[in-house]
């Protein structure tokens, strides 16, 4: 019961805080979030936090794999060895994805990481949802249980601002311990949709962009934003480039990533087929943001490809890359577009001016 009230107490903290405004302060609730997201005491040998793979610096993804796109695709764990096999994606952005669900139109949409898996459903929130996850992931955080955390939380040099907001916790009694890690989830999730996190201050936000980034920006609305959507959803101050649907473009086997030691890459990795359990689903994966894809090196949900040229081209004609990873329900609408390079380079210019800048709005 009081695990069910704190959520629905806190859910209405968290509504309306998104980041329409930006340049504002953050609220208190953000402030918590933030300490959570950077407090390395969260994984079992201390040594990463949230923002070890999903930092300022890289556009929110793992800097290390920023450095080096060609040989480094997915993180390490805290165990100092073990690796996932996905590349991180950004936690710009991502508050405006709904529950995961399956639309009028047959497709799925919404829900949190590559395959949707974090649905949202339990807590009513994809990303809160989402957040509980990396701590206790034994290729990420790797901490035993959820009490493990609230104990290290109330260690923390924030104790205080937490007991502040949240209340004392009983960490004998696994109903308060699960309460207070939704509260967790919940403040994590308000700093990611702080105007800190998504702060929509890139060039195209503030309207100044060179000739060829119009171009550009042009050729994407004519080629792009059926997936990479450009209407502005409710609460966000500007578009978000993904619709949050999931789409098989054809991305071959990352065969560097089978030879990562370490690695659980195990392809064909059948993405959105897996959560919802539908071979027709098999091999898609949900359409990225393309804000600050400039600096979010490598990309795809294996980090097959090291550039946004290569990226782009592999839009533009399929045709020259290996085989997909799951030859199965391909599009149709990528691999063919008659793009000039010219235009691929337009393209990649406009990516380039959607690259949020610090100090412009809330950062
Ligand atoms: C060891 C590296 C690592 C750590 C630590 C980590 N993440 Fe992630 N994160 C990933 C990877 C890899 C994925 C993609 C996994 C997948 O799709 O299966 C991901 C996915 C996500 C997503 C989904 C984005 C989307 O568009 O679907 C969000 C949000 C996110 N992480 C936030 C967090 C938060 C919050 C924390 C801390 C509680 C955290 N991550 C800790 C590596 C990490
Ligand atoms: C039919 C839907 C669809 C269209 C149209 C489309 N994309 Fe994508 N795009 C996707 C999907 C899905 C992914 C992720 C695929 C994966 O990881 O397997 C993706 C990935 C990307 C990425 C990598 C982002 C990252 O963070 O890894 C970029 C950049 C990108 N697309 C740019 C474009 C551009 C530019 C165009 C137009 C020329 C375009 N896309 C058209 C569906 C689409």
Known sequence: MKKKLACSALFSLVVGVGSVVAAQQM?????????????????????????????????????????????????????????????????????????????????WYGGMFWDGRKTGDILGDPLAEQAQGPPLNPVEMNMPNETAIIERVLNADYAHFFEEMYGPVDLTNEAEVLAAYDFVATAIAAFERSAYVTSFASDFDRGVMSAQEENGYRLVQQNCTGCHAEETPEGAAGPLFTNYGYVNIGVPVNEKLLAVEGSVYAPPDLGLGTTVNDPAQNGKFKVPTLRNTAVTAPYSHNGYFATLHDIVSFHNDRSSWPLPEVNENVSDVVGDMGLTAAEINDIVAFLHALTDKKGKAGN
């Open 27 to 107: 609220t208190h609730i953000e402030r918590l979030g933030q300490k959570l997201y950077n407090d390395k005491d969260l994984s079992l040998n201390s040594t990463q936090s949230c923002a070890t793979c999903h930092h300022q610096s890289a556009g929110f993804v793992d800097p290390s794999n920023t450095k080096d796109p060609y040989n480094t695709m997915v993180s390490l764990g805290d165990d100092g060895f073990s690796k996932g096999g996905r590349n991180a994606p950004t936690s710009a952005y991502c508050g405006f994805s709904p529950i995961l669900h399956l639309a009028d139109d047959n497709n």
